[in-house]
Nanobody, 124 residues
């Protein structure tokens, strides 16, 4: 059974940076796509970024493109989300997830294992 554990969240000032990590176990890492989603206070869960297992192709939401970068380290079975130029509207619980579709999906329904989430708060 897959287990995903996020870390790296915290409180940061606007314009600051954070790097989130998600350690994955119980899955053959290269067979799965890995995605980051977030849910802000009073908002629906939304897609942030995803990276495909087979070729590391990525897709990133327009709201964070140019500021957030997803990457994965197969040796460590870990996916990262480097976040820069953070804004108050980036405040949310960030979740990582795995899925096995051939295409990189932005839809949460295509991911079948989820972490518990890590809180990111951007505030002065």
């Amino acid at each position: 059974q897959a287990q995903l554990v996020e870390s790296g969240g915290g409180v940061v000032q606007p314009g600051g940076s954070l790097r989130l990590s998600c350690a994955v176990s119980g899955r053959t890492f290269s067979d799965y796509n890995l995605g980051w989603f977030r849910q802000g206070p009073g908002k629906e869960r939304e897609f942030v970024s995803s990276i495909r297992g087979s070729d590391h192709e990525t897709i990133t939401a327009g709201s964070v493109k140019g500021r957030f970068t997803i990457s994965r380290d197969s040796a460590k079975n870990t996916v990262y989300l480097q976040m820069t130029s953070l804004k108050p509207e980036d405040t949310a619980v960030y979740y990582c997830a795995t899925g096995r579709t051939q295409y990189i999906s932005i839809y949460s329904r295509d991911y079948d294992a989820w972490g518990q989430g890590t809180q990111v708060t951007v505030s002065s």
